[in-house]
């Protein structure tokens, strides 16, 4: 597959992505009916562009389910009316009733189900031996910032390759020092 092809690809994946996140689906849901991975729903909503296209995706359509909502109660107002006005007659009530309970019974998208929008997401216990436990170091809010003697840094994964090509440019600097004979700083 050439690069323009593969190009095709991620970009269309990357649209689909959206759009499901956009509509509330789980960022699990979303990885299996695509064929990728979690992790890589977890990398595309790490970028900042990526998430607020996602974000803007969310609000338009919880405007219009709040739109669909606001429609729905509507009817089922003028329902009401209609029944209060029609029981002295009592002619055909049940009519107006099984259309009111319809209208009741409507599932609400919008406002009302705000948990539909908003991710969820699992926490896991895990149980770890004291052995292990006594080389990790903690900070305040629980992120383990030391292992052993290693320092550990938490970064946003869109922040990586930007990591990365820091610590090229820093070991291209020391590798041209070595070659040059310059004292190293």
Sequence with gaps: ???????????LIEDRAATLLGSGIAPGT????????????????????FAARVAELRYKNLA??????DRTDSLEDKVLEQL??????????????RIFQTLNGAKRRGQSTPDSIIEKQSIVQLVVP?????KFQT???GQVVTVGEQDLLTIQSGALDSLVKEKQNVGAVVD????????QR
């Excluded at 597959?1 to 970009?11: F, I, K, L, W």
């Excluded at 219009?64 to 909502?69: G, K, L, M, P, S």
């Design 84 to 97: 209060e006005d029609a029981l002295p007659m009592v002619h055909r009530p049940m009519e107006l009733v």
């Design 176 to 183: 041209a020092r070595i070659t040059s004979g310059m004292p």
């Design 139 to 141: 900070n305040i809010q």
């Design 130 to 134: 004291m052995q292990i436990i006594n």
């Design 1 to 11: 597959m050439n690069t323009a092809a593969v190009s095709t690809q991620t970009n």
């Design 30 to 49: 979303v990885a299996a009916s695509l064929g990728i991975t979690p992790s890589r729903v977890s990398q595309l909503l790490s970028d900042d562009l």
């Design 64 to 69: 219009r389910h709040n739109e669909r909502d």
